[in-house]
Structures are given as structure tokens and as C-alpha cells.
């Protein structure tokens, strides 16, 4: 695989599901275990085997980071720890995602701030993994996880009371620590809202992301390809069908909605 990979052109993989989960349908998004690579791929050897192979063919090897939220699994999970619903996460209703049926983190704790910092640099050091992609940056963000909130850009959206200060305060340590002890590392952030500033350094007053990999636009084209199949068939095919979409999509303009609000896309008779 690695090297259709890299004879396709490619110069970067990344690695979902690693951190172990039990609940297979949750694509690993629900962890339990922050400090073990899925036994469902192989050993901890395989995986480093992995990397290395993919190092050397030049491939840049991200590992997707779940630090967003984690398993509400108490059996073999984080969650009731040490008997309580508040060892790692808020209490009450705070502490449980409403969506995706997991536990929040409290990153106010010192524990909990250390659990994760430790755990990002596990993974580098353990594994050598050359970046991360950070998952559910946007459920982190805002005290409403962007759950039914459509952002269209004013500011007013991304500043206030509904920002979570603590976990902002974390993404911003996080960086500045992963980019300090290891500085060709590479953030990705996934974010839909555009939240300013996500990519500039800390020192600037930013979150201190490299990347944002913003998922509302795969998001917008499998909704395009749901309503109008010849459309999207174009696009993969390379016809000149495809081209509205393209322009649907890029040439919208500074002052028209973003992709990810209420855009419409009409098809072609």
C-alpha cells in the first residue's frame, strides 16, 4: 500500500483509528485506552515498522489525535475512573457530549492537562509520528460544540461567554509545547467553524496550529453528490461536468456565504 502511495505522488499519510477503542463503529473516535495502539492492526512493533517503512520512502507519516472527547466505557475506559463522573471530565451535563454519547475532559485540571501533554508526546516519542491531526477542534472550542450553529463569519460568532476558554487555553499549550521540543512537527487542526487566528503562532496571540482541514467542504461535496450524481460524476471523471461544482465551491467571493452555511447548488438539467 505504502508504495502505490507513493508512486501515486502522495507525500504524506495519516494514520486513523491507532489509539485503541472498543466501539468499532465509532471509526476510533471513542478511545479508551490514550496510550495504546489498536490491537486490531497488529503489535506496537508493526506500527513502528509502519512508520519507518513510510519514512523511508519520504512519506510524512500524521497520527489522528482524539483529545476532543473519550469513551463514556467505565469497564475499560477513563470514565468512573476513581468512582466519580469528574476524575478526568466535568461533571453533569458539562462533561458528556450530547451527540456523540462520550465524556468531556476538564482542561482546567492539572492532571488532566498532564495526562494529555504526556500523551502527545508519547506518541512522538514512541512511535515517531511527524505530525497530528487533531480531531473535534470545533466541538473544543465552543461551550455548544457547534452542535445546529452555522457560522457565517462575523465575529461575534467567535468571541464571547459561548467560547470554552480552557479548552482554547489547552489547544494553544499544546502546540506551543509539540512545536517547541520538536520543531518541524506539523498541527492540523479540524475545524468547520473558522474560528481567527487557529493558524497563527502562539506568540501572536494564536492558537498555534499549522493547518486547518476544514471538513465542511468534503462535507458540501458529498451533499452535492447525494442531490446531483451527474455532477459529482464529473468531477471524479474529470469532465468538464464538474466544473460548476468547482466554481460553486472556490470562486464564491469574499462576500457570499461560506460552503459549510445555506448554499445552494443547482443541477444541471
Avoid at 511527524?130 to 457565517?152: A, E, K, P, Q, W
Avoid at 487557529?198 to 468534503?218: H, K, S, T, W
Wanted: with cysteine; aromatic share 14%.
Amino acid at each position: 500500500m505504502l508504495g502505490r502511495i507513493k508512486n501515486l505522488g502522495y507525500n504524506c499519510i495519516q494514520l486513523m483509528a491507532i489509539m485503541e477503542h472498543a466501539y468499532y463503529a465509532s471509526f476510533g473516535y471513542q478511545v479508551t485506552s490514550f496510550f495504546a495502539a489498536s490491537s486490531r492492526f497488529g503489535t506496537p512493533d508493526d506500527l513502528r515498522e509502519l512508520v519507518d517503512t513510510a519514512h523511508s520512502m519520504g512519506l510524512v507519516v500524521l497520527l489522528d489525535v482524539v483529545h476532543s472527547h473519550a469513551s463514556s466505557n467505565t469497564a475499560d475506559g477513563l470514565n468512573h475512573f476513581d468512582g466519580t463522573d469528574s476524575c478526568f471530565f466535568h461533571s453533569h451535563s458539562r462533561g458528556t457530549h450530547s451527540l456523540w454519547d462520550s465524556r468531556l475532559f476538564n482542561y482546567s485540571s492539572w492532571e488532566v492537562l498532564r495526562f494529555l501533554l504526556s500523551n502527545l508526546r508519547w506518541w512522538v516519542e514512541e512511535y515517531y509520528f511527524d505530525g497530528f491531526r487533531f480531531d473535534g477542534v470545533t466541538s473544543m472550542l465552543y461551550h455548544h460544540h457547534g452542535i445546529n450553529i452555522g457560522f457565517s463569519g462575523d465575529y461575534s460568532e467567535y468571541f464571547g461567554l459561548h467560547v470554552d476558554e480552557e479548552s482554547l487555553a489547552y489547544l494553544c499549550l499544546s502546540n506551543h509545547m509539540l512545536h517547541s521540543f520538536y520543531p518541524d512537527f506539523i498541527s492540523i487542526a479540524e475545524d468547520v467553524s473558522g474560528m481567527p487566528t487557529l493558524c497563527r503562532p502562539v506568540m501572536e496571540g494564536g492558537i498555534g496550529f499549522d493547518y486547518r482541514l476544514a471538513m465542511a467542504i468534503p462535507d458540501k461535496w458529498i451533499q452535492v453528490s447525494r442531490q446531483c450524481p451527474t455532477l459529482a460524476l464529473g468531477g471524479v471523471m474529470g469532465s468538464h461536468v464538474g466544473l460548476p461544482i468547482c466554481h460553486c465551491l472556490w470562486f464564491q467571493g469574499y462576500s457570499a456565504p461560506p460552503v459549510y452555511g445555506h448554499h445552494t447548488v443547482s443541477c444541471p438539467e
